[in-house]
């Protein structure tokens, strides 16, 4: 993702919009039902998130960072409301067990010359905002 998206100072060299996604209830799935079942859900997320057309980069542990070419966050946030919408409907199973993930998400434009960090600290900021909404409508299982 860097030296496609970054220069050597860790600034952007296109414009675009950047989400920052983060899995809901995460650690209950892997205490749960075990991190084999994490992992799996982790790959399920990523070929979920993969429909939106973008660059789908893991960025650590249930966090993925998409990037959006050319495209402003509000074009792209009914893309991601209606994607996590899908998703919700999704009912997985793992052994006998049965169970629904989701994602909260924040995003941000992308201008060439802004700093990563920056971005990045603002598509977190709104993503936790994005995630205590979300957590009053799903629970965990």
Known sequence: MNSEILNEDG???ISGSLFLIDLNYF???N???GHI???KVLVYVAKHLQRLESDVVRYGGDEFIILFRD???SEVAQEMHLNRELLLKKQLKFHNHKFHTSYSYGGVDVESGTNFTEILEEADAKM???KEKIKQR???N
């Open 11 to 13: 600034k952007f060299i």
């Open 27 to 29: 650690k209950y799935i």
């Open 71 to 73: 495209k402003n966050s």
């Open 31 to 33: 205490d749960t039902f």
């Open 128 to 130: 936790y905002s994005d």
């Open 37 to 39: 079942a994490g992992d």
């Open 138 to 140: 799903i629970k965990p």
